[in-house]
């Protein structure tokens, strides 16, 4: 597989993400104010309820998109980091 392949696919799995998180975002957005609201996570989405304050870095009582994105970009990485360092010798 050459480099031009790899960026491809990583292309492709990100527009691919990104359009099935919009439509999930839509989908338990009841209000359709384009956040979620606590009540709107609790049973669309048990993990961002899990993680809602962790994730609501403005304390304004919902997850905007951006905020959402940010945490998971946190949370791949901090995964991707310590899954590199659990397999270091």
Do not use: C, W
Request: proline share 3%; aromatic share 8%; charged share 35%.
């Amino acid at each position: 597989m050459t480099h031009q392949d790899t960026l491809r696919e990583r292309t492709l799995r990100t527009l691919t993400t990104r359009r099935l998180g919009r439509r999930a975002l839509a989908a338990a957005d009841k209000d359709g104010d384009g956040y979620l609201s606590r009540d709107e996570v609790a049973t669309a989405e048990p993990f961002l309820y899990q993680h809602f304050d962790e994730i609501d870095v403005n304390h304004d009582g919902k997850l905007s998109p951006a905020e959402i994105r940010a945490y998971f970009r946190r949370y791949h990485q901090e995964r991707t980091q310590a899954d590199a360092a659990a397999t270091k010798p």
